[in-house]
């Protein structure tokens, strides 16, 4: 009888054990799904991802943010599960990515819109931008069609009827100045701004700032701002209305990431929520 006592306490004890690790590894379940990864690539994205990540915590929510050094691996990280979202870019950039990788990214809520405009070390009008001089723009067809649409704006080209921002260098149908496109990646246009013989340099605040420029500085920047633009906050097709994508629009566009935007980036970026 007491072998049998020993058996049945023995039992008991194991069932117990094992009751006690499928909870532990509930709760260890239930703490990972209260985590959601963002991808972003620079200042101010990650900023703003890292004010909306403080007002998570209030609520048992932790959002990571995963940093990248291009303008792909944030893109590369949602597409692949290896993150659940990504705050680094716009709509046309985006719907790029899909095409040329099969991706099913979608755009979950605009957060804010760049002052982009075109930046001259040489000149201080339009007038004086000189015949046969160079003009940077980006290399990607999604920024490059919103560059010539600037340029457009100002009179210095004009681009075939209704095209708009999806401008290629081949809708430019009279350029009276006859400037030469030079093509740049978005990441090193900052550098195009010394080149000699560039009279026009295009673009964004958060690359222009490393060589100390803001849009204030910019000879002209974007009078008719087209949403499409605007930097959204990116996940996918499969996770788009899951419970840590609505938590993680909740805190993007939360009061304390609108104050953040307009207390601290008044200069160059406008909120869009």
């Given amino acids: 009888m007491k072998k049998i006592g020993l058996g049945v306490v023995a039992l008991v004890a194991m069932v117990t054990l094992a009751a006690c690790g499928a909870k532990d590894k509930e709760a260890g379940n239930a703490k990972e799904d209260k985590v959601i990864t963002v991808a972003g690539q620079a200042a101010p994205m990650t900023d703003v991802v890292k004010v909306a990540a ?7 929510w932790e959002i990571k943010l995963v940093q990248v050094n291009d303008n792909v691996a944030y893109n ?5 599960k290896e993150a659940d979202a990504s705050f680094a870019q716009h709509v046309p950039f985006m719907e790029k990515y ?6 099913n990214l979608v755009a979950i809520q605009p957060i804010y819109d760049a002052k982009v405009g075109f930046y001259s070390k040489d000149y201080q009008s339009v007038d004086e931008i000189p015949e046969n001089s160079k003009v940077a723009i980006p290399n990607d067809a999604s920024n490059e069609g919103r560059a010539l649409a600037i340029l457009a704006e100002q009179g ?4 075939t009827e209704g095209v708009g921002t999806n401008a290629t260098t081949k809708d430019v149908i009279e350029n009276p100045k006859n400037l030469e496109w030079l093509a740049v990646d978005l990441l090193n246009l900052a550098e195009a701004y010394s080149e000699p013989g560039v009279s026009l340099v295009y673009n964004y605040p958060t690359y222009i700032s490393k060589i100390g420029l803001k849009p204030t500085d910019a000879l002209f920047l974007e009078e008719n701002i087209d ?6 906050l990116v996940a996918r097709e499969d996770n788009k209305d899951s419970e840590k994508i609505k938590a993680l629009h909740k805190y993007m566009t939360s009061d304390e990431v609108r104050t953040f935007l307009e207390e601290e980036h008044s200069d160059t970026l406008v909120p869009s929520f």
Avoid: C, H, P, Y
């Fill in 76 to 80: 590369d990280m949602v597409a692949s």
């Fill in 156 to 159: 210095l080209i004009t681009l």
């Fill in 227 to 232: 949403d499409r633009f605007s930097i959204q």
């Fill in 54 to 60: 403080e007002v998570a915590k209030k609520d048992g």
């Fill in 98 to 103: 899909n095409s040329e990788k099969a991706a």
